[in-house]
C-alpha cells in the first residue's frame, strides 16, 4: 500500500510544472500597443470631428450673420431713402399683396423700394437662389420666377424661423431636390448653406415676411477644406507622436522589467541551491583532502601498474576539488569594493598557473598587449575569470590548437578589451545562447558556473563580456574593462607571448 501511495505522489508531481509551465504570461508592451492604439485613436478621431464640427459650425454662422446684417441694412436704407412714414417696415412691403393696407405709403414708391431692396438681395455674392416668405409661407419673390407663388407646406425649419426672433437661422448641407424651394439655378459644387433672415414689423414683435438666401461661398469652402487638412493632419501627427512616445516608455519598462525578472529568477535560483551547494560543498574538501593525502602515501609504496590508477585518483580529486572552489566562489556575494588593477600581470599569473597544462595540450600560446592596461576590478576576482576562461579554452583543446590573448584600447580611451580565442571544438548556436545560463555546462561533468561567475563580476565592475563560437571552429570570448585612470598605454607590443 505504501509503494502504491508513492507511484501516485512521483506520477502525480510533474503535474505542478506542467501547470506552471502553461500559464501564459502577461504581455505588458502587447497589450499597451493594442489598448493604447484603441484609445488614442478613438480619441483623436473625437477631437477631429468635435474640432472640425466646431470650425464649419462658427465659420456657417459667423457668414449667415453678416448676410443677415447686411439685408437688415439694406432694408433699413431703403426704408429710408424712399421716406416711407415710420411705422412700416421693409418687411411689411416684401409682400405686393399687402400694398393696399397702407393708405400713408404710396404704392409706386413703396414698389420702387421693394424692387431696389429684392435687387440688391438678388445680386448678393456667391448667391444660389434667394426667396422671400408671405406670412402665409407663399413665396412672393424668387430668383427662380417658377417659384413665385407657391405656398411652401409642411416645411419645419422656415416654420420655426417665422415662430423665433433670432436674427438669422443657418444651416449648411447637400441639396435636397424633394424640397419645393429649393430650385437652384445652379447646383452647388460642395456644399451651400440655407440662411433663414425674419424681417420684423415696426416695433419688433412680429415676423411680417422671411428672406430666404442660399449661397455657396468659395471662399468660406476653401477656408473650412483647408481647416479640415489641417485639423485632420495634426491630429493624425499629434496621435502618432504621443502613441510612439508612449510606446517607447512602456518598451523601454518592459524591458527593464524583463530583465528585472531574470536577474530575480537567477538571483532565487541561487538563493534556493546556494546553502545545500554550500554545505555539499564543505562537507566534501575535506573527504577530498583526505582521499588526495591517502593516494599520495599509496603512491609511494605502490606497484608501478598501481601509481598509474593512483595519478588517475589524485587527478580527479583535484579536478572535483576545483569545482568545490568555484562553487564556493560563485556562491558568495561580489562586492563592489572596485580598484585598480593591473590586468597584464593578471595574465602573466593566469598563464604561469596553466603553463603546464598548455605544455601537456600542446597549445601554442599568442600575446598581444600593449605596454600598460589598469582596469578597474578586483584583483582576486579577475585572477578567477582569467582561469575560468583559461581553463575552459584549454578543456577544448585536448589534442592540442592556438590561444590567442589580445589587450586593446578601446575608441575613446575609456574602456579596454581583452579577446580570448581558441581553435577548439565550439559549441552550436544553441549552446551559444545558453551559455550565461546558470549551471549550463558542455563539459562532461561541467558544473555550468564558470561563465555565470564571469558576467556576474564583469557587469558588477561596468564591464561586459561576450561570446562567439562555431563548431570545429573555436571560441572567441570579449570582455570589456573600465579603464583605471584612463591615461594608460595604447601602443601594442608583441613581447610578452
Do not use: C
Amino acid at each position: 500500500m505504501q509503494m502504491l501511495n508513492n507511484d501516485k505522489a512521483t506520477l502525480a508531481a510533474p503535474s505542478t510544472p506542467s501547470r506552471v509551465r502553461h500559464q501564459r504570461q502577461f504581455n505588458l508592451l502587447r497589450w499597451f500597443s493594442l489598448v493604447s492604439l484603441v484609445i488614442i485613436t478613438s480619441v483623436a478621431v473625437g477631437l477631429g470631428y468635435v474640432s472640425t464640427a466646431f470650425v464649419v459650425n462658427e465659420s456657417v454662422e459667423r457668414d449667415a450673420m453678416l448676410t443677415a446684417q447686411f439685408i437688415q441694412a439694406m432694408a433699413h436704407a431703403e426704408v429710408r431713402h424712399a421716406q416711407i412714414a415710420p411705422g412700416v417696415t421693409m418687411g411689411d412691403l416684401l409682400d405686393p399683396r399687402m400694398d393696399d393696407q397702407y393708405p400713408n405709403v404710396d404704392a409706386a414708391v413703396a414698389a420702387a423700394a421693394r424692387i431696389e431692396f429684392l435687387d440688391h438681395v438678388e445680386h448678393l455674392p456667391d448667391t444660389l437662389l434667394a426667396n422671400v416668405y408671405a406670412h402665409d409661407r407663399t413665396v412672393v419673390w424668387s430668383t427662380n420666377p417658377q417659384l413665385i407663388g407657391k405656398k411652401i407646406e409642411a416645411d419645419d425649419d422656415l416654420d420655426e424661423s417665422f415662430e423665433s426672433r433670432v436674427p438669422v437661422s443657418s444651416s449648411y448641407h447637400k441639396a435636397d431636390e424633394d424640397r419645393d424651394e429649393q430650385k437652384f439655378l445652379r447646383e452647388p459644387n460642395y456644399l451651400f448653406i440655407e440662411n433663414y433672415i425674419p424681417m420684423f414689423n415696426s416695433d419688433g414683435s412680429k415676423v411680417v415676411s422671411m428672406v430666404e438666401v442660399y449661397k455657396e461661398p468659395q471662399d468660406l469652402v476653401r477656408r473650412i477644406q483647408r481647416g479640415y487638412v489641417l485639423i485632420w493632419g495634426s491630429t493624425a501627427i499629434g496621435g502618432v507622436l504621443v502613441y510612439l512616445g508612449l510606446f517607447w516608455i512602456v518598451r523601454r519598462g518592459a524591458n527593464m522589467l524583463a530583465s528585472q525578472q531574470t536577474q530575480l529568477i537567477a538571483s532565487e535560483t541561487f538563493v534556493a541551491l546556494g546553502e545545500m551547494s554550500s554545505a555539499v560543498a564543505h562537507s566534501l574538501r575535506n573527504p577530498l583532502a583526505t582521499i588526495r593525502s591517502s593516494a599520495e602515501l599509496a603512491h609511494d609504496v605502490a606497484s608501478v601498474p598501481a601509481q598509474k590508477n593512483i595519478d588517475d585518483i589524485i587527478s580527479q580529486v583535484d579536478r572535483m576539488s576545483r569545482w568545490v572552489r568555484e562553487l564556493l566562489v560563485s556562491l558568495r556575494p561580489v562586492h563592489d569594493d572596485a580598484e585598480a588593477v593591473d590586468l597584464l600581470a593578471a595574465i602573466d599569473d593566469t598563464r604561469a598557473a596553466f603553463a603546464p597544462q598548455i605544455k601537456r595540450n600542446a597549445v601554442q600560446l599568442q600575446v598581444q598587449t600593449p605596454p600598460t592596461a589598469m582596469v578597474v576590478s578586483q584583483p582576486v576576482l579577475l585572477t578567477q575569470i582569467l582561469n575560468s576562461l583559461f581553463s575552459n579554452a584549454l578543456e577544448a583543446m585536448p589534442g592540442g590548437g592556438r590561444l590567442s590573448i589580445e589587450v586593446s584600447l578601446l575608441a575613446g580611451g575609456r574602456q579596454l578589451q581583452l579577446l580570448l580565442s581558441d581553435t577548439g571544438k565550439g559549441m552550436s548556436q544553441q549552446q551559444e545562447r545558453m551559455v550565461f545560463k546558470p549551471f549550463f555546462t558542455t563539459k562532461q561533468g561541467g558544473l555550468g558556473v564558470g561563465l555565470v561567475l564571469v558576467k556576474r563580476i564583469m557587469e558588477r565592475f561596468g564591464g561586459a563580456v561576450s561570446l562567439t563560437s562555431r563548431e570545429e571552429e573555436g571560441t572567441r570570448v570579449s570582455l570589456t574593462f573600465n579603464v583605471a585612470g584612463g591615461d594608460h598605454g595604447t601602443q601594442h607590443s608583441g613581447g610578452r607571448g
